[in-house]
């Protein structure tokens, strides 16, 4: 699903973010991606989401090489992943179910099938008695359930949750592990990238650390997961 092949990527500037990183990510894993603040989550989203480009190696998604994929061919790969931002990036002015069918429209998705996939989608978060709120009458957790809604309307294969337990409680971040964790068991790859060591702790899944743009460790690779 995801493949880095001796990644780097350096910034105009001089920053190296990430540094000869190499990884999979297989099709339907839940894998969480660990760091500290500079550690190089952000410019790992970027690469894979396309909105930055690898300095050196290979970045493959889906198949695809990202490195040698065409500007007109990006927009596709991204309907192709849900992302759900650490901000939400709800528009205000907009209820929760127009936030979700407007994701629809701008890809010129008929109005009969956007009638029947916003509902849907709002029952599998969970949120089906509030789609007609606007996003500053809901909770941050219910306004991140409409963000996953939202990352979920072109049943994308991969979902990517960016620091999700930044903006909400913690027991709702439990919860929208749950969430996460139902999506995936359905065979939707899931990536969570985040800085909380708890969070990534609390569940027995698969955790890839990176530390100054190094992979540093990687849960899978142990022979005894349970330690530590
Ligand atoms: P994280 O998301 O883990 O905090 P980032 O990927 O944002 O890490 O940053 C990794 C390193 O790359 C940091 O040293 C950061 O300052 C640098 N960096 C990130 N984005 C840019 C950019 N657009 N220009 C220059 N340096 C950047
Ligand atoms: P987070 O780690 O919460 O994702 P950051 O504070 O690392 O956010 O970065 C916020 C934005 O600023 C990101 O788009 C990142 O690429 C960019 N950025 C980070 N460091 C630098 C830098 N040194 N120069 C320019 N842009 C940067």
């Known amino acids: 699903m995801i493949v880095f ?3 780097s990527k ?9 540094k000869n990183v190499s990884l999979h990510i297989q099709k339907g894993e839940f ?12 410019t790992f989203l970027k690469l894979i989401l396309r909105e930055e480009k690898a300095t050196s190696g ?3 998604v889906n198949g695809k090489d990202l490195t040698r994929m065409k500007e007109r061919d990006v927009p596709y790969l991204r309907r192709n992943m849900g992302v ?3 901000d939400f990036r709800l528009i205000p002015s907009m209820t929760a179910y127009e936030n979700v069918a407007f994701a629809m429209r701008v890809t010129n998705i008929p109005e009969k099938k ?13 949120l089906s008695e509030k789609m007609d709120k606007y996003p500053d009458e809901l909770s941050g957790g219910e306004q991140q359930r409409v963000a996953l809604a939202r990352a979920l309307v072109h049943s994308p294969q991969l979902i990517i949750a960016d620091e999700p337990t930044g903006n909400i409680d913690p027991e709702l971040s439990i919860e929208m592990m749950e969430l996460l964790s139902a999506i995936n068991s359905v065979g939707i790859t899931v990536v969570v990238v985040t800085h909380e060591h708890e969070l ?13 743009g190094n992979v540093i460790g990687d849960s899978q690779n142990r ?3 349970g330690e530590d």
């Open 10 to 18: 350096v910034y105009p500037g001089g920053n190296t973010a990430l």
């Open 200 to 212: 990534a702790r609390h569940f027995s899944k698969r955790v890839i650390t990176i530390d100054h």
């Open 84 to 86: 759900v931002f650490q």
């Open 223 to 225: 022979q005894n997961a």
């Open 58 to 60: 290979r970045v493959f």
């Open 5 to 7: 092949d001796r990644v």
């Open 114 to 126: 956007i009638a029947s996939r916003v509902p849907y989608v709002f029952s599998l978060v969970g």
């Open 31 to 42: 894998v969480f991606v660990l760091g500290h603040s500079g550690a190089g989550k952000s």
